[in-house]
């Protein structure tokens, strides 16, 4: 029987896009200004259509100018490499996002790297990477900043909480333990190779799992009262050989002891694309000289 509070990230997300919907007309109506994303898809592959499709309907409805580009799944580095430059010179463009994975003839770093880091809405730039560990103003990574804005809805200071992060990836381990710092937590990181993992997550009021294997955190590891943030997302077969979706950690133990506990899907996920179009508006307003909304 689940205790904890259910955080519900549709409705924290909707709650986000009709923010950014608000600053976005406040910024056309004030400088003349409409903020451009420009998303880049190369080939078919079923999961990115569905996704870029979405964001581009986010886009459109936050008042956002809205830009895709399809390519063929043969289209030359070279070629990806010119439309990338393309949209670095292009003033109507304030983000861009090429998404992954790309066909194995890419290499997908070589690309991440080639756009400019004040249009690069992924947050995965070097550049923006660096800025993010030393405090400065930056594009962060949509998941790990999603995470945060999720545990900030329980708890709208995190000062002083003893975080642990489970996980130690570019895309959510590492720049979500910087964001945990910039709230003034106490950060622990945790992996695959943590000693006495189990006591390690224990003592943690606020948990962000990252890791990657199927309900990985039990019940048993979670200290009570404690806000758990679930990124992971797998899919798992069950007896009868269909498939569900799982976290990183086990809902049905977590959720008996935990304060409060985002689920899978409808926890992290949503977030992801409300958080873009927020660093699509950041972008902007950086490019402009103006100060974060």
Known sequence: ??????????????????????????????????????VVL????????????????????????????????NTSEADLLALVQQLNNDPAINGILVQLPLPKHINSEL?????????????????NVGRLAIGERSLVPCTPTGSIILAKSVQPDLTGLDAVVIGRSNIVGKPVAQLLLRENCTVTIAHSRTRNIQSVVKRADLIIAAVGIPEFVRGDWIKPGAIVIDVGINRIEKPDGKTRLVGDVNFDEASIVAGSITPVPGGVGPMTIACLLKNTLEATLMQKGLPSA
């Open 111 to 127: 690309i991440l790297n080639t756009i400019d880091p004040d249009k690069d809405v992924d947050g995965f730039h070097p550049t």
């Open 42 to 73: 190369v080939g078919e592959d079923p999961a990115s259509k569905v996704y870029v499709r979405n964001k581009g309907k986010q886009t459109v409805e936050v008042g956002m100018h809205s830009v895709e580009h399809k390519l063929d799944e």
């Open 1 to 38: 029987m689940s205790s904890a509070r259910i955080i519900d990230g549709k409705a924290v997300a909707a709650d986000l896009r009709a923010e950014l919907a608000k600053k976005v007309a406040d910024l056309k109506s004030q400088h003349g200004i409409q903020p451009g994303l420009a």
